[in-house]
C-alpha cells in the first residue's frame, strides 16, 4: 500500500527546483513525481501524473501560477495546489486562492514546516499564515468598499451555529485537531462541518472559507 505523498514541483528557476525537490526527497512519506519550469508545463504535468499536491511558483513568465492553478484546479481537482511567493504581501496570492490553491508559503519557509504544509494540503486541510492573508482581504476590501464585508457576512448566515464556530476557527488557521479540542467534539465532527460549510457556500477548500470569515469581519 502505497503511503507517500506525490508532489509536483514547478518553478521557473531551475536552481529552486532542484533545492525543493532536494529538501521534500529527504522525507521517506514524500514523493516527487515531476518537476515543471513553467505554469504551462505544470498543467500537463498535473494532467498527466495526477499528483497529491502541486507545489506552485506565483510569479512565472507567459503562464503564472495563478492561471495555471485555475487550469489545475478544473482538469485535476483531487491535486492541492500550495502557492511558493517571495513576498508576504504578494497580490497574486489572493487570486490564486481564489483559483483553488489550498494555501500558500513563503519561498525561505523551514523543511520541516514545508514537509508538513504539504501532509496537510494532501490531507484537505490548509497550509496559510492568517496573519498575512488578514492583511491581503484587508488591502481588498479597501479597494472594494465595505459591500464585499457585507455580502460575505450575508452568505455566512447559512451556517449554523457550530459551522459557523468550526468556521472561524479555520479562519484563524486551526488545524482539525486544534478545532476538535477548543470546540469539545472529534476531528470527524470537525470535517463534516468544514464539509457542510463549503457545500452550503458553493466553496472550493479551506482557505477560500477563511476569506470569505476575513471578508465578513472587515465589514463588520
Not at 154 to 159: E, F, I, T
Not at 175 to 185: D, G
Not at 190 to 199: E, N
Amino acid at each position: 500500500m502505497n503511503t507517500t505523498t506525490s508532489v509536483l514541483v514547478v518553478d521557473d528557476d531551475a536552481m529552486v527546483r532542484a533545492g525543493l525537490s532536494m529538501v521534500l526527497s529527504a522525507d521517506p512519506t514524500i514523493t516527487i513525481v515531476a518537476e515543471a519550469p513553467s505554469g504551462a508545463d505544470a498543467v500537463v504535468a498535473a494532467t498527466r501524473h495526477r499528483p497529491d499536491v502541486v507545489l506552485m511558483d506565483l510569479q512565472m513568465p507567459e503562464m503564472n501560477g495563478v492561471e495555471a492553478t485555475r487550469r489545475i484546479h478544473a482538469a485535476v481537482p483531487s491535486a492541492a495546489v500550495l502557492m511558493l511567493t517571495t513576498f508576504h504581501l504578494d497580490t497574486h496570492v489572493l487570486d490564486a486562492l481564489q483559483a483553488g490553491a489550498s494555501g500558500y508559503l513563503l519561498k525561505d519557509v523551514a523543511p520541516q514546516e514545508l514537509c508538513h504544509a504539504i501532509h496537510l494540503a494532501a490531507s484537505g486541510e490548509s497550509a496559510f499564515s492568517a496573519t498575512i492573508t488578514r492583511q491581503l482581504v484587508a488591502r481588498q476590501a479597501r479597494s472594494r468598499g465595505g459591500d464585499d464585508g457585507a455580502a460575505a457576512a450575508r452568505a455566512l448566515a447559512v451556517l449554523t451555529e457550530r459551522e459557523r464556530a468550526v468556521a472561524d476557527a479555520v479562519a484563524e488557521g486551526a488545524s482539525n485537531a486544534t478545532i476538535a479540542t477548543a470546540l469539545f467534539m472529534s476531528e470527524g465532527t470537525v470535517k463534516t462541518h468544514v464539509s457542510r460549510a463549503l457545500a452550503k457556500l458553493g466553496l472550493d477548500n479551506r482557505v477560500q472559507l477563511a476569506l470569505l470569515v476575513f471578508r465578513a469581519q472587515q465589514g463588520s
